[in-house]
């Protein structure tokens, strides 16, 4: 049965994206989310929009068609503070090397340059060549960034400007289902909306909302930590990821920031806060200024921290939840890169009760089941 009513449970880029592209299919759509809109995964991503390395070559082809998405989107804004495509940069660790993989990006057809320390003081604004690795690094010449809040605020206007309807502040909402069909969502008030569909687009929560299904879904969720900067003098227009820290410039003149080993250092607390220590701020607010040119002085303007989500064996989950008909459910890492494709081919697959070949690789019955 194609839907023609659904509800799209999660503000951040997936949910948004989804409602959005629902719309312009024709269905009656109610977003709704816990807290505002893109206060979750979304607003702590570092958005970074690639393809780089070695993955399956249906991911690939997906990461790949999610960032052309992203310059449709460049043009029809017209806004490159929501997203730019300056490239990406990228070094080894000491020790270790980039050879393999530039090779391996030259041969499926990924942009990529190999760079000495040279070209990067010639060719890459605002890096600092001696933190280069002494072999060099890879330019991605197509990769770029997305602002994720300023780029779900579009999407949402979108929806509402074509009578959609968007409930923010809603509380933990959950499908309710019967005899084995999706009946619509219940908001933490206890309000029913129905429904002939549900998007579950949670973030990091997809695990725990589908447990009160009985549908168990394994994943590897670590905690994300997002340092922003106040605006701050540098002509940085590339996306660096080096062994200590992954930096992108912001809309206004900042840089945001992270690094593997920062998320590590946070402690979760019994009652569930995070507890972030001064240090490990500081020591990534000195790890971005160490490979930046002139390394300029950083000041924090604000720190994200909280879940991110990531499935099980690290690929996206996209598609309907066997067992329970009119159920559909988006749970990835890389959701900035991924965040337009999956909201476009789920709506697609919502509206038309069809399979679309693009996510026949990503389904949840690869590992979801049911009464666990």
Not at 246 to 251: E, L
């Amino acid at each position: 049965m194609r839907a023609t009513s659904v509800v799209v449970v999660g503000g951040g880029v997936l949910g948004a994206s989804t409602a959005a592209h629902l719309v312009r299919l024709g269905a009656a759509i109610t977003l709704v989310t816990e807290a505002g809109p893109a206060s979750g995964a979304s607003g702590r991503s570092l958005s970074w929009l690639n393809s780089a390395g070695a993955r399956s070559d249906a991911y690939h082809r997906l990461r790949t068609i999610g960032i052309d998405r992203y310059h449709t989107v460049q043009q029809r804004l017209d806004r490159r503070d929501v997203v730019r495509f300056d490239g990406g940069l990228t070094w080894a660790a000491p020790g270790e090397s980039y050879r393999e993989r530039h090779e391996h990006e030259l041969r499926i057809g990924y942009d990529s340059v190999w760079m000495s320390r040279e070209d990067v003081a010639r060719h890459v604004p605002g890096v600092d060549p001696a933190a280069v690795h002494p072999e060099g690094a890879v330019l991605n010449p197509g990769e770029g960034w997305v602002d994720l809040a300023l780029l779900v605020d579009h999407l949402l206007a979108e929806v509402v400007a074509a009578g959609g309807t968007v409930r923010t502040g809603a509380g933990r909402s959950l499908p309710t289902v019967r005899d084995g069909r999706v009946t619509g969502v219940t908001t933490a008030s206890g309000e029913h909306l129905p429904a002939d569909a549900v998007v579950l687009a949670t973030g990091p929560s997809v695990p725990r909302d589908l447990a009160t299904l009985g549908v168990t879904m394994p994943d590897q969720t670590p905690i994300a930590l997002l340092v922003r900067s106040e605006p701050v003098a540098t002509p940085l227009r590339v996306v660096l990821n080096t062994p200590r820290v992954a930096v992108r410039p912001a809309p206004g003149g900042s840089l945001v920031f992270d690094a593997g080993w920062s998320e590590r250092e946070v402690r979760v607390l019994d009652d569930g806060r995070y507890d972030v220590r001064d240090s490990t701020v500081a020591g990534l607010v000195a790890e971005a200024r160490a490979v930046l040119a002139g390394h300029p002085v950083l000041t924090v303007a604000g720190v994200g921290v909280g879940p991110k989500p990531i499935p099980a064996d690290g690929d996206p989950v996209a598609g309907a939840v066997d067992g329970i008909t009119g159920l559909h459910v988006l749970f990835t890492h890389s959701g900035a890169t991924l965040g337009l494709v999956l909201g476009e081919l789920t709506a697609w697959e919502v509206v038309h009760d069809a399979t679309h070949p693009l996510l026949a690789d990503f389904r949840p019955s690869r590992f979801v089941t049911a009464g666990g």
